[in-house]
């Protein structure tokens, strides 16, 4: 089973500020590693998938990267809407995994 | 517009049973895979079990393996999930997913349905 740690666990920003979320797998994952956001009180939203690709009405603020077992998802300057938990996934074979996610926050 | 709407979350006693049900709208169900994915109170994602487009094919994770069991009917645009022997960390609430054709991440979810088995 692949693991994935992201980090940091709690990011503190101010809104316009750029944010870097880091996502690292415990084996090499290929190119199937998506991005989540998810709000209080909400259903996750697909925000980046294959690594680069963005969802359908996702803003150019945010953007992913990487390759292997490092991964990063960037958002540009952040927005109020912005601050909430991202998770990372990935899938491997017939298995599916989450990363612990990461919250970020108003500072 | 796509929506997944779940239904049949309830409270339970351990040991107990209980069947979950997504009705999906917005796009042509027997093109998807479909998963559950669970998110007990205050934690995080955990993928549960996806089932190919056509049925034939359900994968579980190690947690629920032998318990649930994930079936879907393309005729009524239903996707069920049987869920046995429950247990006390199976709380959580239940997202119904899609994954487009060849896709490894997870699209569009629902809103979830809660599970809690207590005694």
């Known amino acids: 089973e692949i693991v994935l740690t992201q980090s940091p666990a709690t990011l503190s920003l101010s809104p316009g500020e750029r944010a870097t979320l880091s996502c690292r797998a415990s084996?090499?994952?290929?190119?199937?590693l998506a991005w989540y956001q998810q709000k209080p009180g909400q259903a996750p939203r697909l925000l980046i998938y294959?690594?680069?690709a963005r969802a359908t009405g996702i803003p150019a603020r945010f953007s992913g990267s990487g390759s292997g077992t490092d991964f990063t998802l960037s958002i540009s300057s952040l927005e109020p809407e912005d601050f909430a938990v991202y998770y990372c996934?990935?899938?491997?074979?017939?298995?599916?995994?989450f990363g612990q996610g990461t919250k970020v926050e108003i500072k | 517009e796509v929506q997944l709407l779940e239904s049949g979350g309830d409270l339970v006693q351990p040991g107990g049973s209980l069947r979950l049900s997504c009705a999906p709208s917005?796009?042509?169900?027997?093109?998807?895979?479909m998963s559950w994915v669970r998110q007990a109170p205050g934690k995080g994602l955990e993928w549960v079990s996806t089932?190919?487009?056509?049925?034939?094919?359900?994968y579980y994770s190690d947690s629920v393996k032998g318990r649930f069991i994930l079936s879907r009917d393309n005729s009524r645009n239903t996707l069920y999930l049987q869920m046995n022997g429950l247990r006390a960390d199976d709380t959580a609430l239940y997202y119904c997913?899609?994954?487009?054709?060849?896709?490894?991440?997870?699209?569009?979810w629902g809103q979830g349905t809660l599970v809690t088995v207590s005694s």
């Open positions: 997913a899609n994954q487009r054709p060849g896709s490894s991440n997870f699209d569009s």
């Open positions: 917005g796009f042509t169900f027997s093109d998807y895979a």
């Open positions: 089932v190919d487009n056509s049925g034939r094919h359900t």
């Open positions: 084996q090499s994952v290929s190119s199937y």
């Open positions: 294959d690594t680069f």
């Open positions: 996934q990935q899938r491997s074979g017939n298995w599916w995994t």
